[in-house]
Each structure stands twice: as structure tokens, then as C-alpha cells.
């Protein structure tokens, strides 16, 4: 992967674990689950891509 989008998926990741958290507050005595679980797995896809781009090689092989 192109270590170029890792700024690009950090801020992706945190934007989304941002929006995750106001969703919790604002929705505190009705919180599901589903919802958080929902709206968890972006943000764990993004912070997952920062670390693969991070975690590359010079030579192009993953570590």
C-alpha cells in the first residue's frame, strides 16, 4: 500500500471513532449494541489500513 493515505486513513479512523462517540452520548439510555458494533468496524478498517501502510517494507514485502 501507498504509505501517501496513511495521514488520510488516521484521520479517517478518528473522524468515525468520533462520530461513535457522540452517537453513545447522545443516544446514552437507548444504546444498542448493534449500533456501536456497527459503526465500530469502519473506524477499525481505517486505523487497520494506517497500520498496514505503516508496517511496509522497503522492498515491498509486508512484515
Known amino acids: 500500500m501507498n ?19 457522540l452517537q453513545v452520548v447522545i443516544t446514552f439510555p437507548d444504546v444498542s449494541a448493534k449500533g456501536i458494533l456497527l459503526n465500530a468496524l469502519p473506524a477499525l478498517f481505517f486505523y487497520f ?11 515491498g514485502e509486508l512484515m
Do not use: M, N, W
Not at 504509505?3 to 462517540?21: H, M, N, W, Y
Open 3 to 21: 504509505p501517501k493515505f496513511r495521514t488520510l486513513f488516521v484521520i479517517c479512523g478518528s473522524v468515525t471513532l468520533a462520530l461513535l462517540i
Open 49 to 59: 489500513l494506517a497500520y498496514k501502510t505503516y508496517h511496509e517494507s522497503k522492498d
